[in-house]
Antibody
Framework: EVQLVESGGGLVQPGGSLRLSCAAS????????MTWVRQAPGKGLEWVSL????????YYGDSVKGRFTISRDNSMKTLYLQMNNLRVEDTAVYYC?????????????WGQGTTVTVSS | DIQMTQSPSSVSASVGDRVTITCRAS??????LAWYQQKPGKAPKLLIS???SLQSGVSSRFSGSRSGTEFTLTISSLRPEDLATYYC?????????FGQGTKLEIK
């Protein structure tokens, strides 16, 4: 069964850091780009970041550029999101998702999400 | 960045109705558009990629089309299980921006 399981969410103070993980199973992890998407409480989806299958190419949304770092360990079939200098507006459910085919066809497999709360 | 504008923001329809949701891109994105369905408390589900390609296992009641920079998701005959919020996403250039969502309610 193709599956993604996120972990690492929690409560953190403004200015703090957190690292999210996403464990993949059921598919050849290294063959697919992976993304992070977030959803603030009661709001819509916001694309956060994408990493190529090899891990050599990364892209970021404007709101997280310079603060968040996406990475992957293909030997461990795990995707990461290192979040630094967190802000209250980063509070959201964070989903990892597998790209369907390359960069252009959307995301066909999603995790259940992990909740990040930034508050003092 | 490319802006995606969805309309309407919410729609209420009856079982059996035909429902249309529109997404307009602020610039050309070819056919690089995906549609997702998100049910309450759940992760999004990919319905359509490349503007009109139906994902395997998705009901044929769903269809997508493109006219220039305007894209349409159509549900041909609404069913109660279609209660959800629907999002478009452009995948032509980074960042891969989403529309603001359309909340579909069943009368």
């Amino acid at each position: 069964e193709v599956q993604l399981v996120e972990s690492g969410g929690g409560l953190v103070q403004p200015g703090g850091s957190l690292r999210l993980s996403c464990a993949a199973s059921g598919f050849t992890f290294s063959s697919y780009p992976m993304t992070w998407v977030r959803q603030a409480p009661g709001k819509g989806l916001e694309w956060v970041s994408l990493i190529s299958g090899s891990g050599e190419i990364t892209y970021y949304g404007d709101s997280v550029k310079g603060r968040f770092t996406i990475s992957r360990d293909n030997s461990m079939k795990t995707l990461y999101l290192q979040m630094n200098n967190l802000r209250v507006e980063d509070t959201a459910v964070y989903y990892c998702a597998k790209c369907f085919v390359g960069y252009y066809y959307g995301m066909d497999v999603w995790g259940q999400g992990t909740t990040v709360t930034v508050s003092s | 960045d490319i802006q995606m504008t969805q309309s309407p923001s919410s729609v209420s329809a009856s079982v059996g109705d035909r429902v249309t949701i529109t997404c307009r891109a602020s610039q050309g994105i070819s056919s690089w558009l995906a549609w997702y369905q998100q049910k309450p408390g759940k992760a999004p589900k990919l319905l359509i990629s490349a503007a009109s390609s139906l994902q395997s296992g998705v009901s044929s009641r769903f269809s997508g089309s493109r006219s220039g920079t305007e894209f349409t998701l159509t549900i041909s005959s609404l069913r109660p299980e279609d209660l959800a919020t629907y999002y478009c996403q452009q995948t032509n250039s980074f960042p891969h921006t989403f529309g603001q969502g359309t909340k579909l309610e069943i009368k």
